[in-house]
């Protein structure tokens, strides 16, 4: 078996390391050449043609469209593949561009596989023995297109045609894969595969309508002018794959979808049998709430009253002070009345002490003026004599 001459665009050691294990993994003899700028690639490309072209997506001038449209400039007849972390939109343009194959990190094994069958007479590798990768729908005119299609899918020996109409309702015929062609000889693409795996065939005219399509879902799309056995295979394996991603989403989404309403349904019953536990605390909780409120309003009728008897009680308390103040000055009053009259009586007692006085005085006036008159009787009668 000859050698296989690959040309890697890359940059980084460690992808140089990862990609002599996929050489190792061949089990081919493999001579790799790796080249870092554009006039490398372009030197390489033009003194010995490779058998595979790897773009590792890290080149700094050259990105991976670039270099697919320069090999395609030099009529590079070897398969051109990507590898890179995972499928984002770079990858998508150059395989809408014409790229062979995108291989993500963890895909090594696919790679080894592909580049094991580069220059062989064996036919690809089929996922089982028995039965097929995918059963396949063809919705591609003109008549040679499709029979020149329909050759190079059974010599793959990996694929079931599915003639239209199909059976929906057997998994034996039911199409994982529509390949469909972009030209004014083929029908509209039913309606039946708007949500389904779609595989374009167009010529280089129409394919920014191609990219247009992609865009909104289809799977990916080959150039008629570079359709090839390997190239088939490869798409074949990729829209597979993304097939395969998809269900595997779709699957985890229902379970997801499941689980969350099975969920869902535990809470239901959860708060169902907690509102039944819960309905005599609401209870009680609703009768200590009236209690407190009566206990509240009672407290607050307690509290006004307290407050009334407070207020009544200052009252009393400032009608005591000056009921007691009135009691003094009523009892200095009295105090004072009781000293005038102790003094008025010594006064009278001694008005008194004086009228007998006088009273003995007059007397004693009324004898001698007694006297005195006899006296002056006697005088009287003397003068007479």
Not at 185 to 209: G, H, M, Y
């Amino acid at each position: 078996m000859q050698d296989v001459r690959i040309l890697v665009l890359n940059t980084s050691a460690s992808e140089r390391s990862d990609l002599t294990q996929v050489w190792q993994a061949t089990g081919r003899s493999i001579v790799a050449k790796e080249v870092r700028t554009r006039d490398a690639f372009l030197e390489a490309l033009a003194s010995e043609p490779p058998d595979l072209v790897v773009n590792l997506c890290l080149f700094p001038e050259l990105d991976g469209l670039a270099a697919l449209q320069l090999a395609q400039d030099a009529n590079l007849k070897a398969p051109f593949v990507i590898v890179g972390e995972k499928r984002g939109t770079g990858a998508e343009e150059c395989l809408a561009a014409g790229a062979t194959a995108f291989f993500a990190k963890g895909e090594e094994g696919q790679l080894a596989e592909f580049i094991r069958q580069l220059n062989s007479d064996q036919p690809m590798p089929s996922s089982t023995a028995q039965t097929p990768l995918c059963n396949v729908v063809l919705w591609i005119e003109p008549l040679a297109l499709r029979l020149r299609v329909e050759k190079m899918l059974l010599k793959l020996n990996e694929v079931k045609l599915v003639p239209f109409p199909y059976n929906t309702l057997s998994p034996v015929h039911t199409p994982d894969l529509l390949f469909a062609s972009l030209n004014e000889l083929t029908p509209a693409i039913p309606s039946d595969w708007s949500n389904k795996p779609l595989l374009l065939l167009v010529s280089e005219e129409r394919e920014a309508e191609a990219i247009e399509l992609v865009r909104q879902g289809a799977l990916g799309y080959i150039l008629l002018e570079h359709l090839s056995e390997p190239r088939l295979h490869i798409a074949i394996h990729q829209a597979l794959r993304q097939t395969t991603l998809q269900n595997q989403y779709i699957d985890k989404i229902s379970t997801l979808q499941q689980t969350l309403t099975d969920l869902q349904s535990r809470l239901n019953a959860t708060e169902s049998a907690l509102k039944r536990r819960t309905a005599p605390l609401r209870l009680l909780e609703k009768t200590l709430a009236e209690q407190e409120l009566t206990i509240a309003e009672r407290t607050k009728a307690h509290e006004e009253h307290l407050l009334s008897l407070q207020q009544t009680l200052t009252d009393l308390q400032s009608r005591l002070n000056a009921t007691e103040s009135a009691l003094k000055d009523e009892q200095r009053h009295s105090d004072s009345l009781k000293k005038h009259s102790q003094s008025k009586n010594s006064l009278l007692q001694n008005a008194q002490k004086h009228t007998r006085n006088f009273s003995s005085g007059t007397t004693t006036c009324s004898c001698m003026q007694s006297v005195l008159e006899n006296c002056s009787s006697t005088q009287a009668a003397l003068f007479c004599f």
